[in-house]
């Protein structure tokens, strides 16, 4: 799947008549639309799921551990933990296979979605220790630990940087303005003060979020950063392609604004711009090397050692880890926590919030039911806007269609939902334009829309 790269919110096209139209052309196209059958979430072979850790890991992770490029590690230089069991009322047998990396956890989700790269889930780490709980299901959770009083950033003794604690104060802060420079600056205690000096450093609110109990703007650094295009390890060979499948497949959401902060790395104090999304914390260093500047905290870590010294985690029978791997020394890349997991029973306890996430599966087909297009066919370009409920709705935004495969996925609320397409495309000496749209719904475990293009979707110029 193609990944949402520096996206732009396309203009909402009503589908036009074309001014001219070759119907043997038209035709033609349409005929090729049929010719290769495309699943909505085609069924794929079962393989064992540490191969499914390993691919996820090796994606981003594997060029910088070959030294093939200098950046962040996104995951960390190998697994923490090997794999391990942990309750979840809706995986098979009511226990979800997982695996703990310095910078998150991966799931097993292929009993939901068996197409990469949602059949591996990345755990709403951030929002557990923001709030004080283990989601033990969609709509379950034990609510016995307290909100984690862990550094959000830099060393594990320093005493100004943010706790997740702290973060649970500013979940409802009022959004920046669109282009707004950010020179807040936020204390350990959750104080929030304005500092012009920052206004320097040129970050703005670049890519506000609006989804059910979210409304937080992205930092602009942030943002480039989620979008960004470099060297990634793909069908056993390292290309360049967006660094995320999806912009917000590592991060999730925003729950709080960006703040600058003061934190302690290394035993020295520096200014770090810093924002926590659902899965990840991310900070900014300006002053750090350009594959360095933004960083993903070691979320991973840190839930790994509040939740054991909550008795949270079951260990698994299994002798395998995920990314055993020489790796290049990382400056953020830590040990694995020490603390020994103690099996429990966790508590049910139910609660309204955050809402369930689903995984919202995009495809565009033919009148017959799949995608074929003539080889004389280019398209230069195709995207897929996003609204909740019907497509006068909300725009959830707007996302770059794989043209391999004519599909996308974005984890979503559930609810229901319309998928919009705008494509322009050359065939032979002709040029033209499709719209089309189709509706469907998402529940807690996903959904999908096909957009059916027919000879009502083409405009030929």
Same mark, same amino acid.
């Given at each position: 799947?193609?990944?949402?790269?520096?996206?732009?919110?396309?203009?909402?096209?009503?589908?036009?008549?074309?001014?001219?139209?070759?119907?043997?052309?038209?035709?033609?196209?349409?005929?090729?639309?049929?010719?290769?059958?495309?699943?909505?979430?085609?069924?794929?072979?079962?393989?064992?799921?540490?191969?499914?850790?390993?691919?996820?890991?090796?994606?981003?992770?594997?060029?910088?551990?070959?030294?093939?490029?200098?950046?962040?590690?996104?995951?960390?230089?190998?697994?923490?933990?090997?794999?391990?069991?942990?309750?979840?009322?809706?995986?098979?047998?009511?226990?979800?296979?997982?695996?703990?990396?310095?910078?998150? =956890?991966?799931?097993?989700? *292929?009993?939901?979605? $068996?197409?990469?790269? +949602? &059949?591996?889930? @990345?755990?709403?780490?951030? !929002?557990?220790?923001?709030?004080?709980?283990?989601?033990?299901?969609?709509?379950?959770?034990?609510?016995?630990?307290?909100?984690?009083?862990?550094?959000?950033?830099?060393?594990?003794?320093?005493?100004?940087?943010?706790?997740?604690?702290?973060?649970?104060?500013?979940?409802?802060?009022?959004?920046?303005?669109?282009?707004?420079?950010?020179?807040?600056?936020?204390?350990?205690?959750?104080?929030?003060?304005?500092?012009?000096?920052?206004?320097?450093?040129?970050?703005?609110?670049?890519?506000?979020? =609006?989804?059910?109990?979210? *409304?937080?703007?992205? $930092?602009?650094?942030? +943002? &480039?950063?989620? @979008?960004?295009?470099?060297? !990634?390890?793909?069908?056993?060979?390292?290309?360049?392609?967006?660094?995320?499948?999806?912009?917000?497949?590592?991060?999730?959401?925003?729950?709080?604004?960006?703040?600058?902060?003061?934190?302690?790395?290394?035993?020295?104090?520096?200014?770090?711009?810093?924002?926590?999304?659902?899965?990840?914390?991310?900070?900014?260093?300006?002053?750090?090397?350009?594959?360095?500047?933004?960083?993903?905290?070691?979320?991973?870590?840190?839930?790994?050692?509040?939740?054991?010294?909550?008795?949270?985690?079951?260990?698994?029978?299994?002798?395998?880890?995920?990314?055993?791997?020489?790796?290049?020394?990382?400056?953020?890349?830590?040990?694995?926590?020490?603390?020994?997991?103690?099996?429990?029973?966790?508590?049910?306890?139910?609660?309204?919030?955050?809402?369930?996430?689903?995984?919202?599966?995009?495809?565009?087909?033919?009148?017959?039911?799949?995608?074929?297009?003539?080889?004389?066919?280019?398209?230069?370009?195709?995207?897929?806007?996003?609204?909740?409920?019907?497509?006068?709705?909300?725009?959830?935004?707007?996302?770059?269609?794989?043209?391999?495969?004519?599909?996308?996925?974005?984890?979503?609320?559930?609810?229901?939902?319309?998928?919009?397409?705008?494509?322009?495309?050359?065939?032979?000496?002709?040029?033209?334009?499709?719209?089309?749209?189709?509706?469907?719904?998402?529940?807690?475990?996903?959904?999908?829309?096909?957009?059916?293009?027919?000879?009502?979707?083409?405009?030929?110029?």
């Amino acid at each position: 799947m193609q990944p949402m790269s520096g996206i732009d919110r396309f203009r909402r096209r009503s589908p036009r008549r074309p001014r001219w139209v070759a119907r043997g052309l038209v035709i033609a196209l349409l005929l090729a639309l049929a010719g290769m059958q495309l699943a909505l979430l085609p069924a794929v072979a079962q393989t064992p799921v540490i191969d499914t850790f390993q691919h996820t890991w090796a994606r981003t992770d594997k060029p910088v551990a070959d030294q093939a490029i200098s950046r962040v590690w996104m995951w960390g230089a190998e697994a923490s933990t090997g794999p391990l069991q942990e309750p979840y009322a809706e995986a098979p047998g009511g226990m979800r296979l997982v695996q703990y990396f310095d910078k998150g =956890r991966m799931e097993v989700n *292929d009993y939901r979605a $068996a197409v990469a790269p +949602w &059949d591996v889930t @990345n755990g709403l780490l951030v !929002v557990e220790m923001v709030h004080g709980w283990f989601q033990i299901g969609d709509d379950t959770f034990d609510e016995s630990p307290e909100p984690a009083d862990i550094p959000v950033a830099g060393d594990p003794d320093g005493t100004t940087s943010p706790t997740y604690r702290t973060i649970a104060t500013l979940l409802d802060a009022t959004p920046y303005a669109d282009g707004q420079t950010i020179a807040a600056r936020l204390d350990r205690d959750g104080n929030v003060s304005t500092d012009p000096t920052l206004a320097k450093q040129g970050v703005t609110a670049a890519w506000r979020v =609006r989804v059910p109990g979210i *409304d937080h703007q992205v $930092a602009s650094v942030f +943002w &480039d950063f989620m @979008n960004t295009r470099g060297k !990634v390890y793909e069908n056993g060979q390292i290309v360049t392609d967006g660094l995320f499948e999806n912009p917000f497949y590592a991060t999730g959401y925003p729950i709080a604004e960006a703040y600058w902060t003061t934190v302690k790395v290394g035993g020295t104090p520096h200014d770090v711009l810093l924002q926590c999304f659902e899965r990840r914390c991310l900070t900014y260093t300006p002053g750090n090397d350009p594959g360095w500047q933004v960083e993903a905290g070691n979320v991973g870590q840190h839930y790994y050692a509040w939740r054991t010294s909550n008795g949270g985690v079951t260990i698994a029978a299994s002798t395998a880890t995920a990314t055993s791997t020489a790796a290049a020394a990382p400056p953020t890349s830590t040990a694995a926590p020490t603390a020994t997991p103690v099996p429990a029973e966790p508590t049910a306890t139910p609660t309204p919030e955050p809402p369930a996430t689903g995984y919202l599966t995009v495809a565009v087909v033919g009148p017959n039911g799949g995608i074929n297009l003539p080889a004389e066919t280019v398209i230069e370009s195709a995207a897929v806007e996003i609204f909740a409920g019907s497509c006068g709705g909300a725009s959830i935004g707007s996302y770059a269609l794989d043209t391999s495969s004519f599909t996308l996925g974005v984890e979503v609320p559930p609810g229901d939902y319309c998928a919009q397409l705008s494509a322009t495309f050359t065939f032979q000496t002709y040029t033209g334009d499709i719209f089309a749209s189709g509706s469907g719904s998402v529940d807690a475990g996903g959904g999908s829309i096909a957009i059916v293009v027919d000879a009502s979707s083409i405009s030929i110029r």
